[in-house]
Structures are given as C-alpha cells and as structure tokens.
C-alpha cells in the first residue's frame, strides 16, 4: 500500500511539474525523485512509465526525462505536398471502406458481408484456437503453400478437377482474388467481370490497373452469348465469376448455362476465376458441383474462403489451378505474404474435420432460411412492390428493384440517417447501371429486427 500512495505521489508531482514546464523542459531525475518522496528507484520508474505512456513525458536514455512536446504544440502541419506526390485517389476505395464500416449505436443493418455474431461458430473456433496455439509445432514455419491436410480439405471440396498441390493457402479471398489478378494479368489488360459483381473484385482489379468490362448476367447468372462477344471484342484472357449466389445479386450459373460458358472460356484460350465464396450458404435443396470438378485442361482458377460461413476472424481460404497458372499463383503468394499463420491453419483444419463443421452448416441454414423468411415478410408487408420476384436459393442478400429515376446512393444515406443500414446498388456495377438497386442482407441482424428495419426504409422511401 506504501509503495502504491509513494507512486501516486511521484506522478502528481511530475503532472505538476508538466504543467508548470514548457515542452521539453527537464525534469528531475529519478534520484531526485527518490529523495524527494523518500521512495524506492522501482517506484520512482514505475511512475515515469505510467506518464510516458500517457504521452505527458518522454523519456531519453543517458540523457534523463523531459516534458513531451503535444502533438498541437508542433504547428499545423503541412501535408499538401502529399497530393502531387501520390497522384490520382483510386477509385472503389470510399465504397470498400463503406461496405466494411462497423455497424453504428442503434442502427439496424441490412447490409454487410459476413455473419451476425449469434450465427458464427466462435466457441468451436476458440476452442479450436487455443489447442493448437498450445503446440509448439504450430508455430513453427510449415510450407509456404499452406498445410498439405488443409490443401487436401479444399482439394476434395472443388471436385476432382484439382489436388492438394495445385492449392495455396491465403489469408482471406480478397488477399486470394488481389494476388490473382496480379499474377495472371498485367496492367491494361481487360479483365470480364458479371453485371453486377462483387464490389471488392472490382476495386482488386482496379488496383491492379485493369481494365474492367462488364458482361450482363440474368436470374440465370451470365449470359454465355453475351460472355463469347466479350472475349472476341476485348481478347480478354481472364474472366471472374460467382456461379454459386451471386454477390450481390444472388443468382447462381442455371445448368444449361455451365457448359456453354465453360465453352466460351476454352475458345478464347481464357481463364476463369470461380469464387466460390458461398459454398457453406446453401439454404435450399443442393448446391450444384463447382465448376472446377468438370475442368480437365486447366482453366479454372478456384477460390474458396472459410470467412464468410464461419467468422470474419478465420482469414483462411485458399486458390488454385493447374499447370504454370497454379505456379504462378504460389509465387505470387509467397511475394505478399510468406505463409498464411501456422496456429490459424491449425484450427482451420481441425475445426473443419471434427463434428462442429456439419452441426455448423446445419444450423446455419436453419438460420438463414429463417432470416431470409423474415426480410421478405417484411418487405411483402411494408414495401410489397419491392419484394423480389427472384429468391436466391442461398448467400446472404436480396437484391431489391428500385423505382426508375430513384437515387440508390441518396436513398441509402438517408436509411442510415433514419436508423436502418442498406447498400446502394451502384457501386457492383463496372459501368453505368440499367436500373437503381439496393443490396439487402438477411444474415447481418435478428430475424425479430427486420420488421422494424423495413418499416425504417418505407418511413424514408415514403
């Protein structure tokens, strides 16, 4: 207890003198400091800690302590320079950082990219978690390509079209997708994407330097006509594409469609990256196979994530193709970041091969299908006219038809002002859109909250 009032005293005393002192100013030393209140050197050095982490003193080895200069102290300062330096802003970065914002105090979202709290597995993942970062071995550098029994998972999910081998572990899809588009394209390349796409694959390939040339899609995913016209005017070698719940428009690839555009990809000597991103969304029936189980030559490049169907928190995913694409993709890895972290690889694969994997999935679509349920009985109560025609049969949105000449980008801002969070259509769009739209998310909040969170929309759409 003496030791505690001896260090208190120390640190008034010291505030004193700070506030007495100019920036800069020297203050006592600690043997001053230790006759003055009669107290030990450890106190009088625990009390010095405290105030430099507070920022009020700085403490210069050999040379004693001094009053720290304030951040406001120092001037305005003068970061202009800055923008000729940098050149022109990127664009897709303001969207990006929208898409990811955190939720604010009161409000209810129906927008978002992964999981409500209350869905994800997180007591099996900690679980998880903390037996592997009690081995050792966990944290020693395994192979740069990933864990061969976490590669071998993906390998047996993708169909027989890929091996152990061909796959590299990444931390997250959008790492996995960034990589990709730099390994198999330069910049100027002409990169297809479906109308609309996932926002975070347009801002990679604009990073990239790419660029971006829409090819429409419909409630049966991209048209194949449409995609072979696209590959012949632009000579693009690279087409990225969301067969399964399409992000953000939820359509997946109709079956009679699958073959004609693995056809038109292998016409143009193309490449195609499938992210299947919503593998573990199933709500309805059977998801069909990925289109890598049927690619025997190597054109499929597959992208799979663990993040969206279990936690924001679990980076694990994983890409690959076969042949000198696959190497490239495992060097362009290895160049951005070595390894994916041994104890988070470690229970990836334990979490996926134990029981807790399949309660998960079950639960899960239990639970998406009862959310689904209540958005669109709250949308066929307060705003019937905008109730979809088209219910995905998996994934986490809705894509909601707005009426012509309605500014989606106005009218989400004035949803978030009115207590409610939604996504403009607009930024999924590569060029112009054909239409305004909202993305609505079903897996981001309470299936008791989206009765109040339509009613908030209609209040502002009214």
């Known amino acids: 207890m003496e030791n505690g009032n001896a260090a208190e005293r120390v640190i008034q005393d010291l505030r004193g003198l700070v506030a007495a002192a100019g920036p800069g100013a020297r203050l006592p030393s600690v043997r001053d400091l230790t006759a ?4 030990s050197p450890v106190t009088v050095a625990e009390a010095i800690r405290q105030l430099v982490a507070q920022g009020l003193i700085e403490a210069r080895p050999g040379r004693g302590t001094f009053v720290a200069v304030q951040p406001d102290e120092r001037g305005v300062p003068d970061l202009s320079w800055q923008t000729v330096a940098l050149g022109p802003r990127q664009s897709g970065q303001d969207e990006m950082q929208a898409l990811l914002a955190l939720t604010p105090a009161g409000a ?26 009690r081995q050792p071995a966990s944290w020693q550098r ?14 047996r999910e993708a169909g027989a079209g890929l091996h152990a081998e061909d796959l590299v572990i990444c931390p997250g899809g959008q790492a996995a997708l960034s990589s990709a588009l730099r390994a198999l394209t330069a910049p100027g390349d002409a990169l297809l994407v479906e ?34 016209a696209a590959f012949a005017r632009t000579g693009a070698r690279l087409f990225y594409c969301q067969p399964l719940y399409a992000n953000p428009h939820g359509a997946t690839l109709a079956a009679h469609r699958r073959a004609q555009v693995a056809e038109a990809v292998r016409d143009a000597g193309a490449f195609l990256i499938e992210d299947d991103y919503a593998r573990d969304l199933t709500i309805d029936g059977q998801a069909p196979p990925p289109l890598a189980s049927d ?25 690959g193709a076969r042949g000198p694409a696959g190497a490239r993709l495992r060097a362009a890895r290895l160049l ?27 639960a899960l679509s239990t639970a998406l299908r009862r959310r689904r349920e209540a958005l669109l009985t709250a949308l066929h109560r307060h705003l019937p006219s905008l109730a979809p025609q088209s219910i995905p ?29 939604v996504f403009p259509g607009r930024p999924w769009h590569a060029a112009e859109p054909p239409a305004p739209h909202l993305r609505l998310t079903y897996a981001a909040a309470a299936p008791e909250l989206m009765d109040e969170a339509v009613r908030r929309l209609a209040r502002v759409l009214r």
Request: aromatic share 6%.
């Open 36 to 39: 003055r209140h009669r107290a």
């Open 108 to 133: 209810i979202p129906l927008s978002g990219g992964y999981l409500d709290a209350d869905l994800q597995p997180a007591a099996a993942l900690g679980a998880a978690l903390t037996r592997a970062a």
């Open 142 to 155: 395994g192979p740069v390509e990933g864990r061969a029994d976490l590669r071998a998972w993906f390998a």
């Open 195 to 228: 109308s609309p796409t996932y926002l975070g694959a347009l801002a990679a390939a604009r990073a990239a330097g790419l660029r971006v040339v829409p090819v429409p899609a419909d409630a049966d995913g991209v048209r194949p006509d449409q995609l072979a």
């Open 295 to 319: 690619d025997l030559d190597g054109h499929v490049i597959y992208l799979r994530s663990l993040s969206k169907s279990t936690a924001p928190g679990l980076r694990v995913a994983a890409i």
């Open 336 to 362: 951005d970041d070595f390894f994916v972290a041994g104890p988070l690889q470690q229970a990836a694969i334990e979490f996926l091969t134990s029981p807790a994997w399949s309660r998960h999935r079950r």
């Open 393 to 421: 049969r998996g994934g986490m949105h809705l894509w909601i038809r707005l009426a012509d000449g309605t500014d989606d980008v106005a009218l989400a801002a004035a949803a978030a002002a009115e207590g409610v969070i």
